[in-house]
């Protein structure tokens, strides 16, 4: 005998609609608020009241004029500078609370600067090792790590030349090989592409997008150049020491 409808509907009343997953918010990684940061006794403001929020996995560009107070936030979230007043945290965690800053650059934090500061008597091999010695790793196995790095920059053809050899293109990547070789969590890149060519400069950006992406780095980057900024997802633009946009890039 068949089940009438109204039936059908009665049973299936009954039966819980599953909802969709609600995909919680990426964590923290860095927070800012009231963040100020003055020189020359107070009579510099490079930071003034400067609030953000940075979710891991994030790639922002800080852009601005010079002296907008781009580098001064980007010391900070290395460690490499301190705020005159106002909150930072790392994680949940306040910053100058931290008990081993200089162990909070070496294991959280990978660096690129606009000029390499590649070291110039050891190898390109030797240079991407030096962010793991102290890191408890073999001599093989930093090798091996320095190797595969290189390998995944395209610069496994180059691994025993000094630097002085390298392109200069050549010489960001090794930099941002040496960057990654202890697995940061955090890039901290400084006009990474200000002393490359055009050419040189798309090529690394390039790069830097692809690894950031795999990895699911957070990358902070600061830069003048809006080509360089529309690879990444957000612009926090600054101006006189203020965040004064807080934007998708396009």
């Known amino acids: 005998m068949g089940v009438r409808r109204g039936c059908v509907e009665n049973l299936t009343s009954h039966i819980p609609?599953?909802?969709?997953?609600?995909?919680?918010?990426?964590?923290?990684?860095?927070?800012?608020?009231?963040?100020?940061?003055?020189?020359?006794?107070?009579?510099?403001?490079?930071?003034?009241?400067?609030?953000?929020?940075?979710?891991?996995?994030?790639?922002?560009?800080?852009?601005?004029?010079?002296?907008?107070?781009?580098?001064?936030?980007?010391?900070?979230?290395?460690?490499?500078?301190?705020?005159?007043?106002?909150?930072?945290?790392?994680?949940?965690?306040?910053?100058?609370?931290?008990?081993?800053?200089?162990n909070y650059r070496a294991r959280e934090v990978g660096f690129i600067f606009q000029s390499f500061h590649l070291l110039g008597t050891f190898s390109v091999i030797e240079n991407v090792q030096i962010p793991m010695f102290g890191q408890g790793m073999s001599a093989k196995s930093r090798v091996a790590r320095?190797?595969?790095?290189?390998?995944?920059?395209?610069?496994?053809?180059?691994?025993?030349?000094?630097?002085?050899?390298?392109?200069?293109?050549?010489?960001?990547?090794?930099?941002?090989?040496?960057?990654?070789?202890?697995?940061p969590g955090v890039l901290l890149a400084d006009e990474p592409t200000g002393n490359l060519d055009s050419k040189n400069a798309a090529q690394v950006m390039e790069l830097l997008s692809q690894l950031q992406r795999e990895h699911r780095t957070t990358l902070v980057l600061v830069t003048h150049d809006r080509e360089v900024a529309a690879h990444a997802s957000r612009l926090l633009t600054m101006r006189d020491g203020r965040i004064i946009s807080d934007s998708a890039a396009s």
């Open 17 to 102: 609609v599953p909802t969709p997953p609600i995909s919680s918010p990426a964590p923290a990684v860095f927070e800012a608020s009231a963040l100020a940061k003055e020189f020359d006794d107070g009579r510099v403001a490079a930071l003034q009241g400067v609030d953000f929020t940075i979710a891991a996995g994030e790639f922002v560009a800080l852009v601005g004029p010079s002296g907008s107070g781009k580098t001064t936030l980007l010391n900070m979230l290395g460690l490499l500078d301190s705020p005159t007043s106002g909150s930072l945290t790392y994680r949940g965690d306040q910053m100058l609370s931290l008990p081993d800053p200089a």
């Open 146 to 183: 320095a190797a595969e790095l290189l390998e995944a920059v395209g610069l496994s053809h180059r691994l025993n030349h000094l630097p002085v050899k390298l392109s200069g293109g050549e010489r960001q990547r090794a930099a941002i090989a040496r960057s990654l070789a202890n697995r």
